[in-house]
């Protein structure tokens, strides 16, 4: 695609419900990486993918935080039995390589409310 | 373990004025410096980076940032804010081992007519 694409936009969930979170990166990009921005922090690094692999995902919150990668593409990020403090906009960025040798674009995001 | 702090939340200037949003890091390793922008309603986009050679690097619109190693800074710059500046800005540190971008909290920048 033209850019990387998150899915749904918005979200609201009840305390306690499992949610996932979608993300089509850039053709071609074979890294991706998932950000949290919450009000006043910043982003937040979750995890990062290279390919289909996680090598390094110490950014995850809790163990109810999982994320996987199938074909080198899409990617969802699943958060379990979710928590007020879990609301904030999930972000998803691609690149060629890594962030560090070649730029990242970001998605629109997936603003998560959960009540 | 490497960090980054950007210094005031928010910064407000006259149109024309100059913008300076502080950035220090924390880094074991030579670091890579970057700054991105999101612009209201908008996905967030590279600016400007510093990887190794010059330490004033010059980015899009007009900005620029140098890297002092002395002073872990890597302050972006503007000498005259226009309107269409305002937005967030995000600073971020990564090295050539770790493959991911560390992140500041954001500055949000006003520019005032």
């Known amino acids: 695609g033209a850019g990387v694409s998150q899915s749904p936009s918005n979200k609201v969930t009840e305390k306690g419900k499992d949610v996932e979170l979608r993300c089509d990166p850039i053709?071609?990009?074979?890294?991706l990486y998932w950000y949290r921005q919450s009000l006043g922090q910043g982003l937040e690094f979750l995890i990062y993918?290279?390919?289909?692999?996680?090598?390094?995902k110490s950014g995850l919150p809790s163990d109810r935080f999982s994320a996987e990668r199938t074909g080198g593409s899409v990617s969802t990020l699943t958060i379990q039995r979710t928590q007020q403090e879990d609301s904030a906009v999930y972000l998803c960025?691609?690149?060629?390589?890594?962030?560090?040798?070649?730029?990242?674009?970001f998605g629109s995001g997936t603003q998560l409310s959960v009540l | 373990a490497q960090s980054v702090t950007q210094l005031g939340s928010h910064v407000s200037v006259s149109e024309g004025a100059l913008v300076l949003l502080r950035c220090n890091y924390s880094?074991?390793?030579?670091?890579?410096l970057f700054w991105y922008v999101q612009y209201p309603n908008q996905g967030l986009q590279l600016l400007l980076k510093?990887?190794?050679?010059?330490?004033l690097v010059k980015g899009i619109n007009g900005f620029e940032a140098e890297f002092k190693k002395s002073e872990t800074s890597f302050h972006l710059t503007k000498p005259s804010a226009h309107m269409s500046d305002a937005a967030e800005y995000f600073c971020?540190?990564?090295?050539?081992?770790?493959?991911?971008?560390?992140f500041g909290q954001g500055t949000t920048l006003q520019v005032k007519p």
């Open positions: 880094s074991s390793v030579p670091p890579y």
């Open positions: 993918f290279q390919g289909n692999s996680a090598p390094d």
């Open positions: 960025a691609s690149s060629m390589q890594t962030a560090t040798n070649e730029k990242l674009f």
């Open positions: 971020a540190v990564g090295s050539s081992n770790t493959g991911k971008l560390i």
């Open positions: 510093y990887t190794t050679g010059a330490t």
């Open positions: 053709s071609g990009h074979t890294a």
